[in-house]
């Protein structure tokens, strides 16, 4: 594990860390130079919380429930993730009241929405593919499941059933060879 | 846009359904969400979701979360909200606390890496896939869609090169309608 911090450093560190991924930026520097870089926190056990939540459903900032849990318990996890919903409450009603006028915003954005999410979109898939460095096979099997999606709408969760299933199988043989 | 409340019990429920069920952030969940609020249950237009995933990074909050949270104001004020935001994050919270109380880290290079390799190349097609879905999908005039993408191509390409994701998302809103909307009212008036 790691060594105990309080609860309130736990709630305060997550709540900062929250803020500061405003536009695309991550928890994961502020967070790892509260905790890895002081020696409180090992560093692998702050990677394999982070690794875990590649594999769970949802938002990845899911992964501060992790690092609670390993800082402070069941009750970690839980003011860890109240870090991050407080700033999120506030932000997001915040953007609700400012953009209250939606009706006059989307005639403003409609033309132009689809291509401005596609572009961010495609950035978002090079962003992950770049540390990955894939190869040929996996850059093919990619470019299968985005054909999948984007032509036949395929229902994404079934395509990652499959890769789950295929991951367990290849440890599996990987295992017995 | 709607104008009657929907009940934060079905808030929750939607976004518990919706965070359970996508991998690879929002981005990878666009698909998801609008078969979700959109088509199954009318919460609100394709357009007001495409308005409030822009909105949503913006926020100074992480981006899936902000998005339920303006989805959920929007349809159920603030119990919605938190509803909202609490039906994302559950799932992935409590999975990632199993994860982390019942395995040890050596299993992520062990037996856990061919499956990590497999669902990141997963995710990364499912996102190229939205990327397509999303362009394919804008309105507009012949001549509009082919200015449209170019410009999501520049924008590509600056974020690509280094361009910080806020500054690039500021611009991209001020440039889009600026550039595309004059030439689909010419087009679509003449």
Known sequence: MADPVALWEVFGVMLIASVLSFGGGSQVPFIQGQWVETGVLAPELFSFALGVTYLTPGPKAGFVAGIGYYLAGVPGAIVAAAGLVLPTCVGTAAASFATAKMRRLITLLRPSAAFIIGALIAAAAWGAAQPMDLGPAEMAASAGVAVLVGWRRVDPLWLVVGAVTLGAGWSLALALT | ?????????????????????????????????????????????????????????????????????????????????????????????????????????????????????????????LLFGNAYQQLRSAPGKRGTRLVGYAFAALLFTAIVAGVPLLPAAIAAFVIGPAVVNPLENRLAGG
């Open chain 2, 1 to 125: 846009m709607r104008e009657h409340r929907v009940a934060a019990r079905s808030v929750l429920l939607a976004f518990l359904i919706i965070g359970s069920t996508v991998f690879g952030g929002m981005w990878a969940a666009t698909q998801k969400l609008e078969h979700e609020l959109v088509d199954k249950r009318g919460w609100l237009s394709k357009e007001e979701l495409q308005a409030q995933l822009l909105v949503s990074t913006l926020i100074p909050a992480p981006r899936f979360l902000s998005l339920g949270g303006l989805v959920g104001f929007q349809v159920g004020r603030w119990r919605g909200l938190v509803s909202a935001i609490v039906g994302l994050l559950l799932p992935t919270s409590s999975l990632v606390v199993l994860g982390v109380a019942l395995l040890r880290p050596e299993f992520l290079d062990g037996p856990l890496a061919p499956m990590g390799t497999a669902v990141g190349v997963t995710v990364i097609g």
